[in-house]
């Protein structure tokens, strides 16, 4: 695939309402100064339509790959914390913050960040993820939106848990968008592993019932135009009907 902040950047460029986030940057593919520079600088060439979505990754082949270091998963959970307190930081006020950050490990001297977005109170931040004990408590602590994947009922139980995470550090958990990750396979009546416009509304009106407000999804072979058509003609219609 693209590289997706260059991908954003391009996308920005040629649109005017959607907004632009990743769904989510593994956290070690740049320093956390950067991620929060780029972010911004995307906020400011889009008008106010960016988005920071991160998380602690997984795609160990790839980074091997590649030559990214890839740490241990306790590690990499350390370094989304640390990422995050550095967002908040250089999001805050006109110019982000004039003091220094020393972290286990990350050291910024000044975290200037000139020019501030536009999307204010800051950039809104999306984790990706539903690890129980860490992600959603992230979350909890330091983001505007999650995203979690499965079921139904497996979504409503990450949902409960990051409910009591908001309870354990004070925040209302209204103020946080449910979102999740979804597949959309259409195909042929009756063809292996596909659904029907009428079955995916059914999953899509389940995950609402779940307490999801946001279905993202990845739509199967979308380069072909009859499936975008069916979506937009069957599928999305319906949805906006529902209670």
């Known amino acids: 695939m693209l590289e997706g902040v260059t991908t954003l950047g391009f996308m920005a ?3 005017k309402r ?15 100064g950067l991620w929060i520079k780029a972010t911004t600088t995307l906020d400011v060439l889009s008008g106010g339509r960016a988005w920071l979505g991160i998380g602690a990754a997984w795609n160990e082949e790839e980074s091997r790959a ?7 998963l306790g590690e990499r959970f350390e370094i989304l914390e640390e990422t995050l307190r550095i967002a908040h930081e250089m999001w805050s006020g006109e110019r982000g913050a004039e003091a220094s950050f020393n972290g286990r490990h990350y050291h910024a001297e000044r975290l200037l960040n000139s020019p501030q977005s ?16 860490k992600t959603l408590r992230l979350v909890a602590q330091y983001a505007d939106a999650c995203n979690v994947f499965g079921s139904p009922e497996n979504v409503a139980r990450k949902y409960a848990i990051l409910d009591a995470h908001c ?6 958990p209204r103020e946080i968008e449910r979102s999740t990750l979804q597949n959309v396979r259409l ?3 009756g063809a292996a592993r596909t659904e029907s416009p009428a079955q995916v509304i059914d999953r899509f009106g389940n995950l ?35 209670p």
Request: no cysteine; glycine share 14%.
């Open 13 to 15: 460029a040629h649109s």
């Open 187 to 189: 195909g042929p009546a």
């Open 208 to 242: 609402s019932d779940a307490g999801v407000e946001h279905v993202i999804f990845e739509l199967k072979d979308a380069y072909l135009p009859a499936y975008r058509e069916m979506v937009g003609r069957d599928i999305i219609p319906a949805l906006h009907a529902l």
């Open 18 to 32: 959607a907004r632009l986030g990743l769904m989510v940057g593994g956290v070690h593919y740049r320093h956390p």
């Open 167 to 172: 309870a354990a550090v004070g925040r209302d």
């Open 66 to 72: 590649l030559g990214f270091p890839f740490p241990p």
């Open 118 to 133: 536009i999307s204010r109170p800051r950039v809104p931040i999306m984790i990706g993820g539903g690890g129980e004990r």
